[in-house]
């Protein structure tokens, strides 16, 4: 922290010709050692020419009680970076209350395809209508970005939780991937419908699948006897995979029903108890 290795890691980072490597290296070995210069910092970070770097600045300044330009932090929305900094500089903007709330809902009528997600997900948690039919739109374009796809799915369940669980309800037929759609509602804490039984006992694999999470959450060691029909059954293998591994984290109350199948005339069944109880280092010698 003396003043020569200051001096150095901000030469370093400054020099337009370092690889950006070095240079993103230098930048959060300033932030760390001047903590008294971290608005300047992320001004300057914010504003920089390299994608990378405006990611680095957004996401420091997002950890602390910084408030940047809205100018500034429109750097790090721009195509170019990656979908985390975007996230970070939405949420600096919000900070600065109402004019950083008219530009993020800005996005979502004139902003490009990623800037209309960002803005939605960083919206979201003023439990935004505007941003409920946008991510809602999202859940079914193919992004390249996987991270996209996956904190649109999480700011919906945390978010619209009851509204998710009535969009099934009232759409189910209509949505095109049902998949997707109940994987989100997996995550929320909203109780289960009828109609997600119908799914678990009569829809294709990737929809059994999600309906079983959803009812696992619900009845939990209740549910055990219809994981092991999933298990005996041994198809459709998605199905009985997450059968298994929903059973693998009940390991308390799953034991007894294990013991149980060990002696199953379903080989199936056998299967998934030696399987298990060799995970859990359970399995005896007279077993195996």
Not at 4 to 17: F, K, N
Not at 246 to 254: I, L
Request: include cysteine.
């Amino acid at each position: 922290g003396d003043s020569e290795v200051i001096e150095l890691a901000s030469a370093m980072y400054r020099d337009q010709d370092r690889h950006l490597r070095a240079r993103g290296a230098a930048y959060q070995a300033l932030w760390r050692l001047l903590p008294e210069d971290h608005e300047s910092l992320a001004i300057e970070g914010l504003n920089d020419a390299a994608p990378t770097i405006r990611l680095t600045a957004a996401f420091c300044a997002s950890r602390e009680d910084l408030v940047p330009p809205i100018a500034a932090c429109l750097k790090a929305f721009e195509r170019g970076v990656v979908w985390w900094g975007r996230r970070c500089a939405g949420e600096l903007i919000l900070r600065h209350g109402e004019p950083g709330l008219r530009v993020m809902e800005g996005f979502l009528d004139t902003g490009t395809a990623e800037e209309r997600s960002t803005a939605a997900v960083v919206l979201a948690g003023s439990g935004s209508s505007r941003a409920f039919e946008v991510l809602k739109q999202e859940l079914f374009e193919q992004h390249p970005e996987r991270i996209r796809m996956l904190n649109v799915s999480i700011s919906l369940a945390e978010h619209y939780g009851e509204d998710v669980a009535r969009w099934i309800e009232e759409e189910s037929g209509e949505v095109p991937d049902l998949s997707r759609l109940l994987w989100t509602l997996s995550r929320t804490r909203t109780e289960p419908s009828p109609l997600i039984d119908g799914f678990f006992e009569d829809g294709p694999p990737a929809v059994r699948t999600s309906a079983l999470r959803i009812l696992v959450r619900h009845h939990g060691a209740g549910f055990l006897p219809q994981l092991r029909r999933c298990l005996a059954e041994g198809r459709p293998r998605k199905v009985a995979q997450e059968a298994f591994w929903q059973v693998n984290r009940m390991r308390e109350e799953a034991r007894p029903m294990l013991q149980e199948m060990l002696g199953s005339e379903l080989w199936t069944e056998r299967k998934a108890a030696v399987c298990l109880l060799r995970r859990w280092g359970e399995l005896t010698e007279d077993q195996r």
